[in-house]
């Protein structure tokens, strides 16, 4: 079986990597910001910014980038101001982008000076959703746990309202996938792209059936797993024992032992979620709290465009 998509392999763009380091980040404060920043590191180190559409609704002007189309430059205004600007115009059929975070208890676990996987995945949806916005389209915002705990609906106008419930975003209880998403399914009326951020604490193939039922009217489905290195490595020495943050459960074990055997069992959990979104057309990724966010960027461009080929 193939081993898990790592996003170090996908492009990268030639911006300062070091401004899209999650830890760097989270020292920021304030989700906006951090998706501001994200965003345009990002765009900067694009060779040509992606498209906004090309109806006749004038939107806005913005700085001119290599690789921007020379008919879109406003020469009128290079005239008066002595700087390039390219004009961005509303797109006839803008698309609905609707990020479900995952909020449960598990979500809540960090080491090493590395953010917790809840705030690196608060990161990641504001991220995607001023990305979003930024290509005109609707954004909103669904958290879950083994319920639905806060409901975001698709607008134009709620990006402030997505990145506000981000922020206030806490740990919640237990985590479950089936109950929460099949609610969450019934919210989506209009097709557009749904993406669920998780560290998917279920059986494979329990999991992607569990986003499966997103797929409503067509939706097209990302789904970006996070987890800390930690989580992957079981980089422990000592004798101790590990507790499971949704059960509060308690296992001793003896790390030197039991790390071979942990490893390959979570490999071949990795590689089992992959293939189960192969088979279902989810395009899956896989992070850990270290990863760069422009890896998760590229992907939402890749299922944007997935979407755009299928209107």
Excluded at 32 to 49: K, S
Excluded at 62 to 74: I, K, S
Excluded at 76 to 88: N, P, W
């Amino acid at each position: 079986m193939a081993a898990p998509v790592r996003p170090a392999q996908a492009a990268r763009p030639s911006g300062d990597a070091s401004l899209l380091d999650p830890a760097v980040l989270a020292r920021i404060g304030g989700i906006d910001l951090i998706a501001r920043a994200v965003v345009d590191g990002f765009l900067g180190g694009l060779h040509r910014a992606p498209a906004l559409g090309a109806s006749n609704d004038f939107a806005e002007h913005r700085a001119y980038l290599p690789g921007d189309d020379p008919r879109r430059v406003d020469w009128r205004l290079y005239a008066r101001t002595d700087r390039l600007h390219v004009k961005e115009f509303e797109a006839d059929t803008n698309a609905s982008v609707s990020v479900l975070l995952d909020v449960s208890r598990s979500m809540d676990f960090g080491r090493a000076g590395r953010p917790t996987k809840l705030h690196y995945a608060k990161m990641l949806a504001a991220s995607l959703l001023w990305l979003a916005r930024r290509q005109r389209d609707r954004v909103g915002l669904l958290t879950f746990d083994s319920a639905v705990r806060e409901w975001v609906p698709p607008s134009g106008k709620h990006l402030p309202m997505a990145l506000h419930a981000l922020e206030q975003a806490r740990p919640g209880g237990a985590g479950e996938l089936t109950a929460p998403l099949r609610a969450s399914a019934e919210l989506f009326r209009r097709r557009g792209l749904v993406v669920v951020i998780s560290d998917l604490y279920a059986e494979p193939a329990e999991a992607l059936e569990a986003v499966a039922q997103l797929r409503g009217r067509g939706n097209e489905l990302l789904l970006l797993q996070v987890l800390d290195p930690a989580e992957r490595d079981l980089p422990l020495d000592d004798s101790t024992g590990l507790r499971d943050l949704e059960t509060d459960d308690a296992l001793p074990i003896v790390p030197k032992v039991a790390r071979q055997q942990y490893r390959a069992l979570l490999d071949a959990h990795l590689a089992a979620l992959e293939a189960e979104a192969r088979t279902r057309g989810v395009l899956y990724g896989l992070f850990d709290t270290g990863t760069p966010l422009d890896a998760a960027l590229f992907r939402y461009l890749a299922a944007r465009q997935r979407l755009e080929h299928r209107r």
